[in-house]
């Protein structure tokens, strides 16, 4: 009869022990679910917004016509002209770093997360290009990638806009227009 009773009893303590792993996990779960649900994000950051590169998605050529890297005699530079030339605002491995810097960070002073997005809780990338001209104006501005929500890319385009005029192009630079492609990535807190 103790045979009997053996696998009974370990069968018993086998279900109990599943029985209270399983009320322990769902705790946990209940707890972590009670913890996130409860935990409120500041009013005045509720969301996230970045600028950043990205080439993969944009499916533009290289530079149309680059400006001579090295010039030995200075009147040959006015008979060939300025050149233009194009970069991401994020490219740290380019000649134009400090001032796509300085350009970038002019940006996001005026970059916000439009209200009306937010309710809706639209979220995505725009990916804008423009030109700047010599002097630091805008010339050229169009989007290249879509959100696909009209108010996220029209964010990035009078983003653009507000932050004009920008810092004439420096002079070591040799161009008429710098093209410049920005990625806006609007996020959402979860």
């Not at 009974?8 to 009670?34: D, E, K």
């Amino acid at each position: 009869m103790a045979q009997h009773g053996e696998p009974m009893i370990h069968r018993q303590l086998l279900i109990t022990a599943i029985v209270i792993s399983l009320v322990g996990h769902i705790a946990i779960i209940a707890l972590s679910g009670m913890i996130v649900m409860n935990s409120t994000l500041p009013a005045e950051n509720p969301f996230t917004v970045h600028l950043e590169s990205q080439t993969s998605t944009i499916g533009i050529k290289p530079p149309i016509n680059h400006p001579p890297t090295q010039l030995s005699d200075p009147p040959s530079m006015e008979k060939q002209g300025k050149g233009e030339d194009i970069v991401e605002l994020g490219d740290k491995q380019t000649k134009y770093y400090s001032y796509l810097k300085h350009l970038k960070r002019k940006i996001e002073q005026h970059w916000t997360y439009p209200g009306d997005a937010y309710i809706k809780k639209e979220k995505g990338a725009s990916v804008i290009r423009f030109s700047i001209t010599e002097s630091g104006n805008l010339a050229d501005l169009f989007i290249v990638g879509s959100s696909g929500y009209e108010s996220l890319d029209g964010e990035a385009l009078r983003v653009i806009r507000s932050s004009c005029p920008f810092n004439p192009l420096p002079a070591q630079f040799n161009l008429s227009k710098l093209h410049v492609i920005a990625r806006f990535q609007y996020t959402l807190a979860d």
